[in-house]
Structures are given as C-alpha cells and as structure tokens.
C-alpha cells in the first residue's frame, strides 16, 4: 500500500482507521482487528506458516547481498526457490570470509538470532600470520577499542602453530563488519584465513562441501526458535481484505 514513511504519514493525518477508530503510530493489530484506508478494508488473521532454514557452506568470493552492481556471485545464487517469502541471511560474512552461513524464511528468527539481546555467539576459526604472544591474546579477551565501539573475545583457543601462521579458534557475542579481522589488527596481527564454524547451537557439517547447502527438519528449526527465547512454531499477521 506503501513506503513505511508514507503510510506513516497517511496514519498521521488520520487516514488510517483501526476496529472503527483513527489509528495512532505505535497501534496494535490484532487477530480480527478491521483496518480501513482509502475506502477498502480488511480483516486481521494470526497463521502459522510453515518455515524452511538453510545451512550454507559459504565459499571465498561470494557476497552476502541479493543483488550485486558488479556483478559478482551472491550467496543467492543458486538457493532453491521459494512459492512465498523469501530467504534472509541470519547475519553477513564478508567476500573473502568463508564457512557457515544460516539462511531462513523465518524473519523473526533472524532477527533474533542476530540482535545483541539474543545473546547468540559466534566462533570462527582463524589463520593468523606470525605468532601470537599471551600480552595479545589477554587484550583480545579483556576488550580494545575499535572505530564503532569497543569489543572482545569471550573465548579463544589455540591450534597449531607452523613457522609462519598460528591457528586460533574465537568466539563473540557480536556480528558487526568485519569485527574478527579489525580485532585481530587491534593488537597488531593480521588475518590470512577465517572461517565461521558455528553460529549459536548450529555447527557448519563437516561433510558439507564448499558452495553447497542443506536444509534443517522442522523439528531443529523449533529448536532453533526455543533456543533464542521464541515460540516453538512462528505466529503472523496478515490482512485479509474484506467487502467493509
């Protein structure tokens, strides 16, 4: 019906009329609410679709946008398609990070399991140049300062060390771009390689291949809605139009 500012606007100048009153931002519609606007109705109905949750090996080059000006693959690419809806991507990895990457149609678990409240980690497993002495790494878990804040490690774990990198496997509470590598260049050490092997409960397969995906039961994806604090099975709203 249109752009949220203008229908924002429409409401405003009592446009809008809700169960036969004018409508006020920040009004609740509800299950067999009436909401009328420009001489058409409709009525409020609560459904419980159902929804699908992809797990997704994201490979180098990829970006995790829908559509690219430069014409460069997406993540998109070749996801099955959908009769409804659409896919989201539970958070962004940049073009030269690979590995798990969550893709559902169920926005409300995304934003969840994206936002700070939710509390969801992330672990990541990273290919570092050099060595890495332990003055760095208690920096990384105490907290340094970045352009956009400050953040930290909750969790890092030491792997192999060869003659010219050091395998480390981190974990935060946050998503915000490129935070693994500009913690990294915090304390001075660079990233050669990084990879997301976990978001929240969900691990990337080890026997996915890169640029393949597979699907999550619906069994595990209520799970995945209990485990950020969500009802078992999604509940929307949608308007259904009506004679008056």
Known sequence: MGSRRSLEERIEAG?????????RLGDSVKHGSRVSMNGRSWRAESQRPE???LVYHKPEGQITTRHDPEGRPTVFDKLPKLDQGRWVAV??????????????????????MMHPSGRVDREYLCRIRGAIDQQQ?????KGVRLSDGPARFTDIVAGEVTASHSWYTVA????????????WEAVGAQVARLKRVRFGPVFLPPRLRSGHYTELSKQDHRVLREDVGLSSHAVEMTLVETDS
């Open 15 to 23: 446009d809008v009329m809700l169960d036969g009153k004018p409508a």
């Open 51 to 53: 929804h699908r949750t």
């Open 91 to 112: 958070g962004r990895l940049d073009i030269n990070t690979a590995g798990l990457l969550i893709l559902t149609t169920d926005g409300e678990l995304a934003n969840r």
């Open 137 to 141: 790494i208690d920096k990384l878990l």
């Open 172 to 183: 935060l509470m946050e998503g915000r771009y490129r935070e693994v590598r500009r913690l």
